[in-house]
Nanobody
Framework: QLQLVESGGGLVQPGGSLRLSCVASGFTLDNYAIAWFRQAPGKEREGVACIASSGLSTTYANSVKGRFIISRDHAKNTVYLQMNSLKPEDTAVYYC???????????????WGKGILVTVSS
């Protein structure tokens, strides 16, 4: 069964950090760009960060630039999202997604994870 599984979410105080992981099972991520999206209550899903299959190119939403870092470990078939200086407005369900062509948009995703909740609150 082909699936992506996110982990590492939870409750964190403003200013804190979390690292999300996205592990693939049933297929290799080597040939896919991987994107992280998030969806807050009552809002549309938005792109957060994206990394090319090679790992040599990354893109970030302006709202997280300088605070979040996306990376990948091909040997572990895993992609990470390091989230620093978290703000309450970062609260959302975070999804990882595999995109064959590095378009990094919801419409181009081949596989979605089920999502994981990140709550930033004091």
């Amino acid at each position: 069964q082909l699936q992506l599984v996110e982990s590492g979410g939870g409750l964190v105080q403003p200013g804190g950090s979390l690292r999300l992981s996205c592990v693939a099972s049933g297929f290799t991520l080597d040939n896919y760009a991987i994107a992280w999206f998030r969806q807050a209550p009552g809002k549309e899903r938005e792109g957060v960060a994206c990394i090319a299959s090679s790992g040599l190119s990354t893109t970030y939403a302006n709202s997280v630039k300088g605070r979040f870092i996306i990376s990948r470990d091909h040997a572990k078939n895993t992609v990470y999202l390091q989230m620093n200086s978290l703000k309450p407005e970062d609260t959302a369900v975070y999804y990882c997604a595999a995109d064959r062509y590095y378009y990094c948009s919801p419409g181009s995703v081949d596989y979605w994870g089920k999502g994981i909740l990140v709550t930033v609150s004091s």
